[in-house]
């Protein structure tokens, strides 16, 4: 018995084995192996025509006293703006919508709509409303309050702004959904309780519903900030070659620029690792951070 | 009690005036599409089309070839779907009912994965697929997606943890079925619904994924669907030509709101379920 026992756990080894084996194989194949690549081609200068010459450091001394490299970071940090504000209307709209009254899974679908919708046909659908002469927000700006409005996507001042709105119309439906589900499992007892003492609307939503909520929060910052540094679909659509004075460009823009429209692979793939250690860092601050304010129980 | 319903009316109105600028875009999008070029200019603007028409959705058809995008964008969400999603079940499997020797340093590793940007591996990548001629074909887009997610992997690992009863798989061991048997006709049932939801998700994240196919495919006649509505910019702003470009987008759009409206129920459950998890 015991003999035919281990022979099962053999072969059952083997198995297990061969069920693990592909994503491990997709991560050394498509992950670890082009990384460590990734940091080789880093210290070349190569246009993938001639042969790559090692440049040492070369290239990130290079980024550094670049001024598009600056002026690309600094945007998509600015981009990220739109991330408190977000959170705000999207925790508003889950307290407006968790209530059972009829039509509400109707509009919990319409608010979603633009979260599915493809980010480049969004983008297209955007340019055509901020158009500055015949769009349909300068328009409406123009025969509702007499505002001339400005050349949205044409003014280096406006571009920005532009992008945070159109990042809140297709993004907080989503977080919408995060925050439905975190209020529908806070217990009605925490607030019966607070009733009980006297507790206003306000005492119970900034004492218990705000603190309850903070694994959401924690986990809608983290997405939204590693999803920002990644930004690009919508830049390229809607900030043709980085926009006016590159006031849209964000970094992978601008290594999607350098990797593929210059094939400066050495120069991309060192902007390429600044970026993913600040990812990591960042991420690694929010991890740290949180146990200082994120609730658990 | 009289309070609580006032304020659900409150609610109702509130999101009913927001619910205007968030289909408003969508409606004039429509509107649009279904204008001749000439009265776009018009003002002030018409929500109504008059004279309308559909002669742009048959332009648009004719002149770019958005049936070879759909069949890419297609083919590249059929593959990786069927294949990767039995690969990732398979593992989470694997990872959630099973200890094995190094099981930790291997879901480890594979959630590591996780933190790499696209940004930092995209260009190895392109240079390895370049090396292997595989540039302008669909195959660098399908093949790194067979090998399972590890999205996916962590999140049916989750849901089977619980799911699926460890008593219910021993039973099936003394009763001699053998390994692969149990997976298929005993775990593949139970996670038919988080399988579901990740399809769903999936689907949605191909199909709509730009910087990939942008990278890969630079041939209309092989690109993916968003890649050939992007590329229409550069082709019709310059003619100030909206309703063709409006029609485009409209196009690229009616599918993914399709499967979206058909899969709903899985949609919000599975974003709760990684929300709250995560």
Known sequence: MGMKLTGYRRKELAWLYLFVAPPVLGFLIFGLTPMLFSVYISFQRWDMITSPTWVGLDNYVELLKDEKVIKSLYNTVYLMIGIPLGMMLSLLLAILMNRSIRGISFLRTMYYLPVISPIIAVSLLWQWILNQDYGLLNQMLWNWFGIAGPNWLGDAAWVKPSLILIGLWSGIGGNMVLYLAGLQSVSSTYYEAAEIDGANGWQKFSRITLPLLTPIHFFVVVMGVIGAFQSFSQIYVLAVDGGPEYSGATVVYYIFQHAFKYFNMGFASAVAWMLGLLIFFVTLIQFKLANRWVYQD | ?278
């Open chain 2, 1 to 278: 009690m009289k309070y609580k319903k006032l304020a659900d009316y409150w609610a109702l109105l509130l999101l009913l005036s927001g619910l205007i600028f968030m289909i408003a875009p969508f409606i004039w999008t429509i509107s649009t599409s279904l204008k001749s070029q000439r009265n776009i200019f018009e003002i002030p603007p018409k929500w109504l089309p008059d004279p309308l028409t559909y002669s742009n959705y048959v332009d648009v058809w004719q002149q770019v070839p958005l049936l070879k995008g759909f069949m890419n964008s297609l083919i590249i969400v059929v593959v990786v779907l069927t294949v990767g999603l039995l690969i990732s079940a398979m593992s989470a499997y694997a990872f959630g009912k099973f200890e094995f020797p190094l099981k930790g340093v291997l879901f480890l590793g594979l959630l590591g994965t996780m933190m790499i940007p696209y940004s930092v591996v995209m260009i190895p990548q392109f240079i390895g697929f370049s090396w292997l001629n595989w540039v302008d074909t669909l195959l660098p887009l399908i093949i790194p997606g067979l090998f399972g997610n590890i999205v996916v992997i962590f999140f049916i690992r989750q849901f089977i943890s619980s799911a699926l009863p460890n008593d219910l798989i021993e039973a099936a061991k003394i009763d001699g079925c053998s390994f692969p048997r149990i997976f298929w006709t005993i775990a593949m049932p139970v996670m038919k619904p988080a399988l579901a939801a990740q399809a769903a998700l999936g689907f949605m994240g191909i199909w709509n994924d730009f910087l990939g196919p942008l990278i890969y495919l630079h041939t209309p006649e092989k690109q993916t669907i968003q890649v050939l509505i992007a590329s229409m910019q550069a082709m019709y702003i310059g003619q100030s030509n909206y309703p063709i470009i409006m029609a485009a987008a409209i196009i690229a759009m009616i599918p993914v709101i399709l499967v979206f409206f058909f899969c709903q129920r899985y949609f919000i459950e599975s974003l709760a379920i990684s929300g709250i998890k995560g």
